[in-house]
């Protein structure tokens, strides 16, 4: 096809289906001269051994409507090139066998109904009719999803290929990079054999081979590759023509029909990592040896499934790698450290599924600079750096294999690579027994309190009573929150207020002193990111961010700094945050030897000295009681917290503190708030200045102008025993209206409590129905907190 250009606008790395479809939806966008490189031959990594199975139906409404566009996509393809995709809809049937597994199906319908995708619970009867080789002597009960089906990858990319060639675009085989060019902080070019291509952007889609390749632009792209296993055998009697998908979590098993007999797959319960130099440059096309005594147990369930399978010929047990994230969701958008450099990868087996829809959000994340709508769950910049270790990839990876057919137990956690990052105050929520979950790579405190090894389960948990406990303190004493592991960005220079003034739509211009909560808006009027930021002098600016968003929002602040002098850096190690709340606050503060707190008003800030170290309180609540955010160096957090314990402040937990958010009505970023909604329809815009001046002014005016009434609702449900988990689908009349986004037993005020997204605004007092697992639960509708509605508690000052 020709020599390699002198410059490309887009570099797409990688022949694979994300690469493909990637550079497909570049040239649908106009980006004529983006290329593709690939080292060997186009799907030669891990496509063309795909099962490539399409389940419509994800634990997101995103990631659903991803998977949705890549059918529709496969299907306009065959259309637009005449190239075959091997689109098979023959349904897939999820059978349970145990009492758990059929809440867990059962969740994932109402999900279907939620998103909008059909689904129906069955009995065991018909899903042995359905499934005649099956043995149903255990089942319990079935969800027959009649739109799933698989494709042949090797063909979507072919069609894809087909497609992009005929919009201009040109594809160079054996052609591997063997260098990213960089200039101040940007993408310039990338090196091969061939010649160097100047650029100004890679699409990384690398597969197996992406945390290499990454290196070469000095990035972190934590992916490790993990060894997958299908058996494929003869015709068996009884296969005939093509048959629906059977999904057996339980047995860990995908089982289909394949050329007359089966492909039996296994997500197995630890999977076999992959180390370094096994997957050479040279490997195109390749498998990895059968390891028949790794696939034993789960042979073992197959036989028990399928019984025809004693005494059917075995054509291959297939050995192909498959590359897995260290949280089981594959990355997507520019990263945090190289301008230009975009990530697609680390598909988590479900690359095929998956591509066309990813491929098309990476595409407008290049060309457009944002994806078509919020993916933060995939973010590349989600990870931090310790992920990459290898060491803590080879733990973690393999665990993250086996939980694609577990039960989604609420509170469950991941066993590997944990500790990787304590606070300050390790050592004391160990001796008040605490029980710790992983966010970020942080150990957070859940709750406290000897509790056996809780069991896993859909019902009332069994930390319910120490939650009530910890809740209890806050409500009708005090209790101390660990806040440290929040991200911490300090803003210093002549044009602080200005440059915040740009960047965020809240009132930032406040006198110092104050605290101020704030959005950071992109240019549609939608959320990248909601903070407090606290000005300590008219020059300085401390903002308090998510625990995982601190590189994702560094990284856009740093990008929107140029013209102002300001200096921007990471504190989050620095600064410990104790946040003392309930009504006994005022009396422990005074104990503790900071009596000039208690004169501080709602949402100012304030220093004083606790246990003779020096602090800085801010007047809030993130739980609906009186209280500050106490932040201290974080070498004398333990003192201090030692201090406000003597004073009888004991300590909480982040189940307790959800609860009480979820009752205050106080909104979270990946919950409520996201790229696809603005402050107007969540009820936040009496926090944006209506003068606007800051990115996503215009586009949030319009969405003002538009008449849009608040759909954020709280809800309280009659049933005491309901236990909501999030996304359960809202209905009035039948009809699903909205999802539940939080979700906890409200322990102040005596009821599970709930926060939704509604598709248009309900009245203060309007009953509807929650399907929690296809039952019905009555809960009532509340605009606004179903605790404390005027914030008294908090002592808040109505202006």
Not at 342 to 360: D, E, H, R, W
Not at 715 to 735: K, S
Request: aromatic residues 6%.
């Amino acid at each position: 096809m020709g020599g390699l250009p002198a410059h490309a606008s887009v570099v797409v790395i990688g022949g694979g289906i994300m690469g493909c479809s990637t550079l497909y939806h570049l040239a649908k966008l106009g980006v004529g001269d983006a290329i593709l490189l690939e080292r060997n031959k186009l799907t030669s990594g891990t496509t063309w051994h795909s099962a490539a199975q399409v389940r419509a139906l994800r634990h997101s409404r995103n990631l659903t409507r991803m998977i949705r566009y890549s059918v529709d996509l496969y299907s306009r393809l065959e259309e637009e090139t005449g190239q075959s995709v091997g689109w098979i809809q023959k349904g897939s049937l999820s059978i349970a066998t145990n009492p758990d597994r059929l809440t867990h199906i059962r969740r994932q319908e109402a999900l279907a109904h939620a998103y909008g995708i059909e689904a129906h619970s069955i009995g065991a009867d018909e899903a042995k009719e359905r499934w005649p080789l099956m043995n149903a002597g255990d089942v319990l009960g079935a969800v027959w999803s009649p739109d799933d089906g698989r494709v042949s990858p090797s063909d979507v990319c072919s069609a894809l290929v087909k497609a992009a060639k005929g919009l201009g675009v040109k594809f160079f085989e054996g052609t591997g990079v063997t260098g990213i060019l960089k200039k101040n902080g940007r993408i310039a070019g990338v090196e091969t054999a061939k010649g160097t291509v100047m650029c100004d952007a890679v699409a990384l889609c690398a597969g197996l081979w992406s945390r290499e390749a990454g290196a070469m632009a000095g990035e972190r792209v934590p992916v490790l590759a993990c060894e997958h296993f299908y058996l494929l055998t003869k015709p068996i009697e009884g296969v005939k023509g093509n048959i629906p998908t059977l999904s057996d979590h339980d047995g860990r098993l995908y089982i289909r029909d394949d050329g007359g007999g089966l492909l039996v797959g296994c997500f197995e319960p630890i999977g076999k990592p992959i180390g370094p130099g096994v997957l050479g440059e040279t490997f195109e096309f390749g498998l990895l040896p059968e390891d028949w005594d790794h696939f034993e147990p789960m042979m073992m369930n197959a036989l028990h499934r399928i019984p025809a399978l004693e005494h059917a010929e075995v054509k291959m047990l297939l050995n192909g790698p498959e590359a897995f994230t260290p949280d089981g969701t594959f990355m997507l958008g520019e990263t945090a450290g190289t301008r230009g450099l975009f990530l697609g990868c680390g598909m988590n087996s479900v690359g095929v599924a998956s591509g066309g829809g990813a491929g098309m959000n990476l595409a407008h994340c290049i060309a457009r600079g944002h994806a078509a709508y919020d993916l933060s769950e995939a973010d590349a910049k989600r990870f931090a750096p310790v992920f990459d270790s290898l060491e803590h990839l080879m733990d973690r990876v393999p665990e993250i294999l086996g939980t694609h057919y577990e039960i989604a137990y609420p509170g469950k956690q991941l066993a590997s690579a944990r500790g990787l990052r304590v606070g300050p105050l390790d050592a004391a929520h160990r001796g008040a027994a605490a029980h710790f979950g992983q966010f970020h790579d942080w150990e957070r405190p859940l709750y406290f309190g000897k509790v056996a090894e809780p069991r896993m389960t859909f019902g009332r948990p069994d930390w319910f009573e120490n939650v009530a406990a910890e809740v209890g303190a806050a409500h009708g004493a005090a209790a101390v929150f660990d806040a440290s592991p929040l991200g911490k960005i300090e803003v210093e220079g002549p044009d602080a207020e200005a440059f915040l003034l740009r960047v965020c739509s809240g009132h930032v211009n406040r006198a110092p002193g104050s605290v101020i909560y704030t959005a950071m808006l992109n240019e549609r009027g939608t959320f990248e990111s909601d903070l407090t930021a606290q000005r300590i002098a008219a020059n300085h600016y401390r903002l308090f961010v998510g625990t995982s968003a601190v590189a994702r929002d560094l990284s856009r602040l740093r990008r929107h700094s140029a013209g102002f002098d300001v200096a921007l850096s990471d504190s989050t190690e620095k600064y410990a945050v104790l946040c003392l709340m309930g009504p006994e606050s005022s009396r422990v503060a005074t104990e503790c030897g900071a009596p000039e707190l208690n004169g501080l008003g709602y949402f100012r800030v304030g220093t004083a000295r606790i246990a003779n170290k020096h602090v800085r309180a801010a007047r809030l609540s993130y739980v609906g009681e009186a209280g500050w955010e106490i932040t201290c160096l974080s070498g004398d957090a333990s003192a201090i917290h030692r201090a406000l314990a003597a004073a009888g402040a004991r300590p909480a937990g982040l189940f307790a503190q959800t609860s009480m958010r979820i009752e205050k009505g106080f909104l979270a970023m990946g919950h409520e708030l996201d790229g696809d909604v603005t402050p107007v329809e969540t009820g936040l815009d009496f926090a944006t200045r209506k003068s606007g001046g800051f990115i996503g002014a215009e586009a949030l005016s319009e969405r003002r102008a538009s008449g849009v009434e608040r759909l954020v609702v709280s809800l309280t449900y009659d049933d005491g025993m309901a236990v909501p988990l999030g996304h359960e689908p809202i209905l009035i009349d039948g009809r699903v209206v909205g999802r539940t986004s939080s979700c906890s037993f409200g322990h102040r005020v005596g009821k599970p409590v709930a926060l939704g997204l509604v598709n248009s605004a309900l009245g203060d007092g309007a009953r509807v129905k929650v399907d929690v697992a296809r039952r019905l639960f009555d809960a009532a509708v509340t605009l606004g907190p179903v605790f404390d509605p005027d914030g008294s508690r908090m002592g808040v000052e109505r202006r």
